[in-house]
Nanobody, 123 residues
Framework: QLQVVESGGGLVQPGGSLTLSCVVSGFSLRNYAIAWFRHSPREEREPVSCIGSHGSQTVYEDRVKGRFTMSRDNAKSTAYLHMNSLKPDDTGVYYC????????????????WGQGTRVTVSA
């Protein structure tokens, strides 16, 4: 059974950093892309970034470019979202989702989701 578990969220001050983890089980991460989405009070689940099965990264949200990066450790079945210089607008529940091989920004193209991890950026 395929499972996805996000962790690493929390309360952080503006300018701070967090690293979110996405642990998958029930399949080999090696052949999957992993995307991160944010669900905020103002927006539906919007794409933030994605890392392809071969490690290439796509940042979907212009305002996080240069601040958020992704990495993956296939041996640990884990993908990461490294978030730096956090801003209050980054607040939301972050979800990760796997997809075979290729990234796509539409959440409708991802079938399996975790429970999300909440990030709150506030002074």
């Amino acid at each position: 059974q395929l499972q996805v578990v996000e962790s690493g969220g929390g309360l952080v001050q503006p300018g701070g950093s967090l690293t979110l983890s996405c642990v998958v089980s029930g399949f080999s991460l090696r052949n999957y892309a992993i995307a991160w989405f944010r669900h905020s009070p103002r927006e539906e689940r919007e794409p933030v970034s994605c890392i392809g099965s071969h490690g290439s990264q796509t940042v979907y949200e212009d305002r996080v470019k240069g601040r958020f990066t992704m990495s993956r450790d296939n041996a640990k079945s884990t993908a990461y979202l490294h978030m730096n210089s956090l801003k209050p607008d980054d607040t939301g529940v972050y979800y990760c989702a796997p997809r075979t091989q290729f990234c796509t920004p539409s959440p409708a193209n991802y079938a399996d989701w975790g429970q999300g991890t909440r990030v709150t950026v506030s002074a």
